[in-house]
């Protein structure tokens, strides 16, 4: 039977649209592609100063770069949800004030005092080895609050900022691969601040952590933003306020990882002692500047 005319005029002018309605979805622009899209993305900043969850200190920075990287970190990137201690009314579980948690029904209210302070363990991830089954230091978040002088992330650069992010770069080298002398000391029953590598008992598969690089933090996907957005999130980190974690220990390979001095500055040399066991990244390059011996890894 031939098709009408008519009907395949209508078939003809179906498909047609069907085409239509598949090119404008692919060229609609994607929200973190529209950089060139100033309506867009002015919707994103302002998006972003509306959830940030703790007073911005603005003073020197770009709002829009401030506002985008709110809307990164706060609707996207889920750094808060990796990079938080918790409450401690929470047993650290949760980083969301008393009356707050969005997982028991409750309307959102994140806890400003544990943001971005980071704590979370997420367990050993090396082969286990030795008489304890040994995989290595827990992998825990570090503090991603700006330090004293208002620097990002504790201290590091922008430039530095963008490797971590692109590439995973540990510059702490908290848990290295472990040598053979230190799967030695497994063996004897000791737990070093390295990452045992090999094959997993029982399996074919080789368990071959690099520990010169970030473990569990999704850089590989960050890894795709571009220099726009991870600067923007830069920005947004050296805007928020800074927390001197105490709640929490810190990593194994650097128990003092998680500690950022707030201040006050310059060091007096009683504070020196106080921080003796806590410096953060920042203090440790104060001291560096004074010249003390010991204090920088
Ligand atoms: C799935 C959990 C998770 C999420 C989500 C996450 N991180 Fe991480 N991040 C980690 C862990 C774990 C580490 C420490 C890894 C290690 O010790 O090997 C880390 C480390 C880092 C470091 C290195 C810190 C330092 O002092 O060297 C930076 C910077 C960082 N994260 C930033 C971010 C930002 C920004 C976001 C959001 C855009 C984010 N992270 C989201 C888990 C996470």
Redesign the pocket.
């Known amino acids: 039977m031939q098709m009408g005319s008519v009907q395949f005029a209508k078939a003809a002018a179906l498909v047609a649209a069907g085409v239509i309605g598949v090119v404008a979805i692919l060229s609609r622009p994607l929200p973190l592609e529209a950089q060139n899209n100033s309506e867009s993305i002015q919707q994103l900043v302002q998006q972003g100063f509306a959830i940030a969850p703790v007073p911005l200190n603005l003073a020197g920075k770009d709002p829009n770069l401030v506002g985008l990287g709110s809307y ?2 706060n609707a ?4 808060n ?3 938080s201690s918790g409450t401690p009314a929470s047993l650290f579980l949760y980083p969301y004030l008393a009356g707050g948690n969005p997982y028991f029904g409750q309307p959102q209210k994140i806890d400003p005092s544990v943001y971005l302070n980071g704590g ?1 363990s ?1 367990g050993s991830v090396g082969t286990p080895t030795g008489p304890k089954g040994y995989g290595g230091p827990a ?6 609050t700006p330090d004293y002088t208002g620097q990002a ?2 201290g ?1 650069t922008l430039t530095q ?1 963008i490797d ?2 692109r590439n995973g770069h ?3 080298q ?2 290295p691969n472990c040598t053979p002398t230190q799967i030695q000391e497994i063996n004897a029953g000791e737990t070093p601040a390295c990452i045992p590598t090999g094959v997993v008992p029982g399996t074919n598969f080789d368990n071959i952590p690099n520990g010169n ?7 590989p996907t ?1 890894s795709h933003m571009t220099d726009y957005d991870i600067t923007a ?1 830069y920005e947004y ?1 050296s805007a928020i306020p800074c927390i001197d974690n105490t709640l929490v220990p810190g ?1 194994a390979g650097d128990p003092n ?1 998680l500690r950022n001095q707030c201040g006050p500055e310059p060091i007096a040399t009683g504070v020196q002692a106080k921080y003796a066991n806590r410096s953060s ?1 920042a203090l440790r390059s104060g001291w560096a500047g004074l010249g003390i011996p010991g204090v920088v890894k």
Request: contains cysteine.
């Open positions: 990164l970190v996207v990137g889920d750094c949800g990796c990079h979370t997420f992998i825990i978040t570090r503090n991603l992330e504790g590091h900022f971590i992010i540990d510059y702490d908290v848990h690089l970030l473990q569990i933090m999704p850089w960050f999130i980190l990593p990882e990244k």
